[in-house]
């Protein structure tokens, strides 16, 4: 996931050089997407950072919790790409870069903070006793 986002800054970086560098929509709308954007995006940090900072415990079996892990880190790290994304349709409908560069640094933090850590893991999946 964290690749793809490097795969969008190269799109924005060769867009303009293969098309026009008009804006695809007005500037009203795009202000207004922009700000919805930057809503979402910042929504999805929030929720991101969340997951982050507390990984579930979840009770179980050990591969039972282990996917459940899983499944909250594979959460994160879409969230973490989706402001990306966000950033990438703005670039679209604006042609203007600066969109994309806040939407993808927002990203990049993101992913650090949901990055699965295996002490983390180890905790969580320490915590609940496991039976033989």
Known sequence: MIVSVFVYAGIVE?????????????PATIE????????????NFLAAAWLGSRPPRPAGEPRAR????????IVGLALAESIALYGLA???????????YYL??????????V??????????????????
Do not use: C, H, Q, Y
């Open 66 to 73: 282990l996917l459940k892990l899983k499944s909250w880190t």
């Open 32 to 43: 207004l997407l922009r700000n919805v954007f930057r809503g979402l995006a910042l929504a």
């Open 104 to 113: 993808f640094l927002l990203s990049l933090l993101s992913f650090i903070l």
């Open 90 to 100: 703005l670039f679209f409908l604006s042609r203007d870069s600066t969109d994309f």
């Open 14 to 26: 060769l867009l303009p050089r293969l098309a026009s560098s008009e804006p695809a929509a007005e």
């Open 115 to 132: 990055f699965p850590r295996p002490d983390r893991w180890k905790d969580a999946l320490n915590e609940v006793p496991m039976r033989s």
